[in-house]
């Protein structure tokens, strides 16, 4: 549903997505394996009943280690750039795999398609402290909606992750549909993006 600039552009991308195939091929690592497939279509549970706030998310693959019978979380990377230490990713997927699975989770990798035949193990997220450090922002989001007020942490100039959300109110993008989640699909104009902004 559009997102490339020209015939160019989406050809360079076409190229890097069959890169990134052919490297699972050639080293299937986990999807060689048993997974273990969670039964809801998205993975939800109540982080919050007192507070009615729901945390919800898709895992890339959860491989399954018969061994210890638990689960290996793994999430599948095409960026060019490795995931910032302090993101929120691992805790979020560590909270909803636990509480939406009977299995124990011993391992977390990322693995960087575009990068590397192998995974990069991470160390498990402590899952009391990421249940309070996203409670707490999740509380942070539910109130600033219920006030309608929304301050950038970033300030007045706002950061990458509002300027695209910034230019659809402006009516700077263009409406391409509508996803699996009733939620409107936007093409941003690709101008004065750096390419990392993109991947």
Known sequence: ?????SNEQEEKYRKRGEEMIQRVIKNP???ANLAVKIKQDLPHYYLSEADNIILCGKIDWLEYLPDSD??????????????????LQLPIYHLLV?????REVSRAS????????????KALPDLN????QVLQIAKRIKLQRQLNVFK?????NGCKYCRSLEKVIRSEA?????????????VVPWEGKKESEIL
Not at 129 to 132: D, G, K, L, M, N
Not at 174 to 186: A, C, L, T, W
């Open 1 to 5: 549903m559009g997102g490339f600039s």
């Open 29 to 31: 690592g986990p999807v």
């Open 70 to 87: 638990s689960v290996h979380i793994i999430d599948f990377k095409t960026s060019q750039r490795e995931e910032s230490d302090d993101s």
């Open 98 to 102: 636990t509480n939406t699975q009977q």
């Open 110 to 121: 990322y693995w960087y398609l575009a990068l590397n035949d192998e995974l990069s193990e």
């Open 129 to 132: 402290q990421a249940h309070e």
């Open 152 to 156: 950038c942490p970033e300030g007045e």
């Open 174 to 186: 263009e409406k391409v549909g509508v996803s699996q989640y009733n939620q409107d699909i936007y």
